[in-house]
């Protein structure tokens, strides 16, 4: 199973689109509060974009990211860059950088269990300027201390633990 969380009025179809605000989803839910919408173990995929900075806690989120997830199952993120003038919003609690991925997760995080697979500066969309985020993924840990970033992009896989 495929869910879109934080989904707002972008439904897509074959997905189960989640989001605390009714937009003619399959699931209304609240994601800052347990998971109840959905079986431990059931997504093969999880894509939230733009909806990670919205909530209270990245942690519960990716705790909940990893109980929701099968084993080998996908979590993909985007959300906007620290840079980026959108990212300070009233109703934006977190701000995210390269840097901060590129490290999870560190010993002390309670997620220990999802791995980045890759991690993508977003810095602009559109053709001829798209040609920027190449440029600036050959050194994404520079480029983002000195210029603009719009966004970020990154991939996630849930890991057998084996004790």
């Known amino acids: 199973m495929r869910y879109h969380l934080c989904c707002g009025k972008k439904i897509l179809p074959g997905w189960i689109n989640v989001d605390r605000g009714s937009f003619g989803q399959e699931v209304v839910a609240d994601i800052n509060r347990p998971w109840t919408f959905a079986k431990a173990g059931s997504a093969g995929y999880i894509l939230i974009e733009d909806?990670?900075?919205?909530?209270?806690?990245?942690e519960h989120f990716l705790e909940n990211a990893s109980k929701l997830l099968s084993d080998k199952g996908v979590l993909e993120i985007q959300?906007?860059?620290?840079?980026?003038?959108?990212?300070?919003?009233?109703?934006?609690?977190?701000?995210?950088?390269?840097?901060?991925?590129?490290?999870?997760?560190?010993?002390?995080?309670?997620?220990?269990?999802?791995?980045?697979?890759?991690i993508v500066l977003i810095v602009h969309n559109r053709f001829p300027f798209s040609l920027l985020n190449h440029i600036a993924n050959l050194a994404p840990s520079i480029w983002e201390r000195f210029f603009f970033v719009s966004g970020i992009r990154v991939w996630m896989a849930k890991q057998v633990i084996r004790s």
Do not use: C, I, W
């Open 79 to 118: 959300v906007p860059h620290f840079r980026n003038p959108s990212a300070y919003r009233f109703t934006h609690h977190h701000f995210f950088s390269h840097s901060m991925f590129a490290v999870f997760p560190e010993s002390h995080d309670l997620v220990r269990n999802l791995k980045v697979q890759k």
């Open 51 to 58: 909806g990670l900075e919205h909530l209270d806690s990245p």
